[in-house]
Every structure is written in C-alpha cells, then in structure tokens.
T-cell receptor, first 116, second 109 residues
Framework: DTGVSQNPRHKITKRGQNVTFRCDPISEHNRLYWYRQTLGQGPEFLTYFQNEAQLEKSRLLSDRFSAERPKGSFSTLEIQRTEQGDSAMYLC??????????????FGSGTRLTVV | GEDVEQSLFLSVREGDSSVINCTYTDSSSTYLYWYKQEPGAGLQLLTYIFSNMDMKQDQRLTVLLNKKDKHLSLRIADTQTGDSAIYFCAESGTDKLIFGTGTRLQVFP
C-alpha cells in the first residue's frame, strides 16, 4: 500500500465547468476525510465518511459540492459550476476509526484546482 | 467553538533550536498533533501528544502541552535546512482535525 492517492494532481478549469477529484485511501482505513486548503491557510474540514456513510458536512460545503464513497473504498468530490473562489488545494485523508494517536490521519498529496 | 492559532513565521539559524507555538480552544481534544507540509506536498504527521501528558520527546522533536493555558509547542533541536517547511498544529475536534493557520519555518545557514 503506497498511502493515500489523489488524482489528478493539478486541474485547471474554466469558471462554470464541473470538476471531479478522486481519492484512494489506505485500504484498511474505514474513515475518509476531505479538506480544502487555500493559500496561506491551514486545511479546512469539508466532509468525512465512515465506510460508505457520509457522517458530517461542513457549512463550507455548498450545494455545488458533492462527495461520495459508494463502496466504502475510494471517494470522489465533485464541484459543479466552479467559481474562482473554489481555487484551492483539495486534500484527502484517511484513518482507522477516529484517527487517534499513532494512527493519526494519513494525507494524500492533494489536488490543486485553479479556476480561470 | 474550535479555533487553533499559530504565529505565522519563524526564522532560525541552522543548528539552533526552533520553537513553534500554538494555542487551541477545545478543552475536550483528546490528542493534539503536529504536521509538516513541504512546498507542493500533502501533510506529514510529525508527532502527537495525548491530552493527559505534558511532554513528549521523539528524537529531535519535543512537544510540550500546557492544558491549563491550552498552549502547545513544538521544539526542534539542531534545526537543519531540511526542516524548512510549514508546521501545523491540530486538535482532534469531534470526529475531525481542526488545524491552525500554520507557521512557516525558515532555516538559514
């Protein structure tokens, strides 16, 4: 297992287009998280799944955002009708249960979205 | 509410010790974490401390926790140029990590 994998690494899109990102977590991890990181800021929580169930969504996750984890393995994050304010690094992380202590959260390298 | 604050920038000479500070608000946090982020990369877990501890040492890293003041620090001994990065503290909020804004550490020769 090579860790958490995110694709694509970079995405440039025109305003108004839809984009979809994929995250493949560590296989035995049942929790999967999405964070957004803008320049000069720390990661901000968007949503998380335990297995296939989406258990919490941040108020940052507007109606244009949707996340799925259909079989409890990989996850997708879709942004519809992208806006320039959506430009950010989208980070995925996975963990065992609540990710405490030694388990922590393992992060992927992120998908950098640029909306032009 | 949950809020984590850090100073934005720290510059140290190679070989000196670095101390990065963090304050948090959620007294119910079970664990507190330090992550490192290098340019263009994701976040790498450096170390963590359980909330009932006041100190943890891990090779060159020492974490100090003052639970009364909700203050966390990370000391890096013998700082090297490879330690240049952004360091984030994070508290374990309800089922998710809450991150600070990050401290950019610059190490000069």
């Amino acid at each position: 297992d090579t860790g958490v994998s995110q694709n694509p690494r970079h995405k440039i899109t025109k305003r108004g287009q839809n984009v979809t990102f994929r995250c493949d977590p560590i296989s035995e991890h049942n929790r999967l998280y999405w964070y957004r990181q803008t320049l000069g800021q720390g990661p901000e929580f968007l949503t998380y799944f335990q297995n296939e169930a989406q258990l919490e969504k941040s108020r940052l996750l507007s109606d244009r955002f949707s996340a799925e984890r259909p079989k409890g393995s990989f996850s997708t994050l879709e942004i519809q009708r992208t806006e320039q304010g959506d430009s950010a690094m989208y980070l995925c992380a996975s963990s065992l249960e609540a990710g405490l202590g030694d388990y922590g959260y393992t992060f992927g390298s992120g998908t950098r979205l640029t909306v032009v | 509410g949950e809020d984590v604050e850090q100073s934005l920038f720290l510059s140290v000479r190679e070989g000196d010790s670095s101390v990065i500070n963090c304050t948090y608000t959620d007294s119910s946090s079970t664990y507190l974490y330090w992550y490192k982020q290098e340019p263009g990369a994701g976040l790498q877990l450096l170390t963590y401390i359980f909330s009932n501890m006041d100190m943890k040492q891990d090779q060159r890293l020492t974490v100090l926790l003052n639970k009364k003041d909700k203050h966390l620090s990370l000391r890096i001994a013998d700082t090297q140029t490879g330690d240049s990065a952004i360091y984030f503290c994070a508290e374990s909020g309800t089922d998710k990590l809450i991150f600070g804004t990050g401290t950019r550490l610059q190490v000069f020769p």
